[in-house]
């Protein structure tokens, strides 16, 4: 497993708290895939300029565990397109808080797809590049 975290600024960034914890001290693993969804969503509707839903998360793997006070930093980057879908790979990284060094602690590829106002799915653009 890679230890070094995307060149690039993440999608979220946030602290994991108290009430996103088991009696333990161990966030929730929902908790973290919300945050990768929401995380995976703003890529989503960005490139579909519009409403889209999550339809599917594949290849979920937790690492390692977050603890209360961690930083988890979430990167998402579209990586294919479909008609109406995307597909989007999402990492999530810890940092705890007194430290500079990043971890890996899950990742997933998700899948979404786009919907009009009467919630049908409707196309979306290729990908810049010409990768489908």
């Known amino acids: ?3 070094t975290p995307p060149d690039r600024a993440p999608t979220i960034r946030v602290v994991a708290m108290p009430a996103d914890a088991n ?3 161990d966030i929730f693993g929902g908790w973290l895939m919300s945050q990768m969804d929401l995380a ?3 890529v989503a509707s960005r490139h579909s300029h519009g409403r889209a839903v999550t339809i599917a998360v594949e290849a979920m793997q ?3 565990p977050v603890a209360v006070g ?3 930093s979430v990167f998402a980057e579209l990586v294919r397109t479909g008609r109406t879908s995307m597909t989007i790979e999402v990492e999530a990284w ?3 808080r007194h430290e500079e060094q990043m971890h890996k602690v899950t990742e997933a590829r998700f899948t ?3 919907i009009d106002t009467d919630r049908m799915p409707r196309p979306v653009a290729p990908m810049a590049g010409g990768a489908a």
Do not use: K, N, T, W
Request: charged residues 25%; aromatic residues 14%; without cysteine.
């Open 62 to 64: 937790f690492h390692l």
């Open 40 to 42: 995976a969503g703003s």
């Open 94 to 96: 810890r940092r705890h």
């Open 112 to 114: 979404f797809v786009a």
């Open 1 to 3: 497993m890679a230890d």
């Open 23 to 25: 009696p333990y001290g």
């Open 70 to 72: 961690d930083e988890v």
